[in-house]
């Protein structure tokens, strides 16, 4: 069964061909990034017309990349939620006119439920049930996959995402957007133990996250630096940042799994990119003896990949909708 999916939340325009959930027939991603760091962050209206764009020629690319037609294809796939609304919209009325210009049925999927199936492209013998830890620019959350498309939240941040914290700071010590990326390289050469981060608890919610209080103190370092008139190491401040936000997402990720039993393990997301969190979740999950699956690192950003394989599993279990199919800036991954 082949899906043709389409995702616009954010700053990537792509779309793709999946084979049965989890064959990459072809994946086409237009990137917006370079105009938006003009201006520090994604704005949201030249995000949108960008879109509008893109998408027609990044669709045709992918059904012929993907040596097939729209007639060749079972369903529609797109990112309804969660995003920039006006981001979203331009996918969804694509993908609208689509499914009904050809007939075919017209998936809605959640931005999150894709980001996890990205691991479903990158590892054949991956299946439910598992616990995954969901982090990318404006999400962090533990999360019960219990089936292909049953989702149960075990833990959120009640503030900023890692994301956000590693882009704040970065943008605060002058990186390029998106910050994230430039921290972790220039992390590499950095001491991460140079710097004493606070390591905050939500009182009573052992799988919440805070990482507000986190950024604050990196802000904090600067900003006293400054009025001082000393120069901060940025090497070390990106390392124990980076060290930092890593360690306290493991550690709650293995308290939830040693709390729910789970011994396979999945990370999602663009920050599921990061180097240190990555080798410290490998390093744990290895003392545990759980097994962990990471998506590889050309699938850790945004793509339509992802949504085509999660896609594939939301239109077998039925989950198609019609024409009034609307976007939604925000929306449960539960839901
Ligand atoms: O999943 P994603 O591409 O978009 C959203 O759905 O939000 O995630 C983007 C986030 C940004 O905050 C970006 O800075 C972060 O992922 N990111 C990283 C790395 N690569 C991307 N954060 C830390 N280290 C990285 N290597
Ligand atoms: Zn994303």
């Keep these: 069964m082949k899906i043709l999916a389409i995702e616009s939340s954010c700053d990537e325009t792509a779309a793709a061909v999946i084979e049965d959930g989890r ?16 201006y520090g962050g994604v704005v949201p209206e030249i995000a949108s017309r960008r879109h509008a764009e893109a998408i027609s020629g990044v ?7 993907a040596n097939v037609t ?3 294809i079972d369903a529609v796939a797109v990112t309804a939620y969660p995003g920039l609304i ?46 995954c830890l969901v982090v990318s620019g404006g999400h962090t959350h533990l999360v019960h996959c219990e089936d292909y498309t049953t989702f149960r939240i075990l833990g959120r ?4 995402a890692a994301g956000e914290c590693f882009d704040k700071a970065a943008r605060a010590m002058g990186m390029p957007y998106p910050g994230g990326i430039a921290l972790d390289k220039r992390a590499e050469g950095g001491d991460p133990h140079a710097f004493a981060l606070p390591h905050p608890k939500v009182e009573g919610s052992p799988f919440d996250f805070s990482f507000s209080g986190l950024k604050t103190a990196v802000l904090n370092q600067l900003h006293n630096a400054k009025q001082k008139g000393l120069d ?16 306290i997402l493991v550690e709650k990720t293995i308290a939830a799994a040693k709390e729910s039993g789970m011994t396979q393990i999945v990370m999602a997301g663009g920050v599921s990119a990061n180097s240190e969190l990555r080798r410290q979740l490998q390093a744990a999950c290895d003392k545990e003896g759980y097994r962990l699956y990471m998506p590889p690192l050309s699938l850790c950003g945004d ?14 279990a039925g989950h198609t909708a019609d024409l009034s199919l609307n976007a939604a800036a925000t929306a449960s991954i539960e839901d």
Aim: charged content about 20%; hydrophobic content about 45%; some cysteine.
């Design 86 to 131: 006006g981001a979203l919209l331009v996918g969804v009325n694509f993908a609208k006119g689509l499914a009904f210009s050809s007939g075919k049925p017209l998936v809605p999927v959640h931005h999150l439920r894709g980001h996890i199936a990205s691991n479903y492209l990158a590892h054949p013998d991956l299946k439910p049930p598992f616990l």
């Design 157 to 160: 941040t009640r503030d900023d």
């Design 70 to 72: 729209l007639q060749d």
């Design 59 to 65: 669709t045709k690319e992918a059904l012929s990349q």
């Design 303 to 316: 793509n339509a990949a992802m949504i085509g394989a999660q896609g594939y599993y939301e239109f077998i």
């Design 23 to 38: 064959t990459v027939l072809s994946s086409i991603v237009a990137t917006q990034v370079e105009e938006h760091r003009l």
């Design 232 to 247: 901060v190491n940025i090497e070390d401040l990106c390392a124990s940042l980076r060290f930092t936000v890593a360690d």
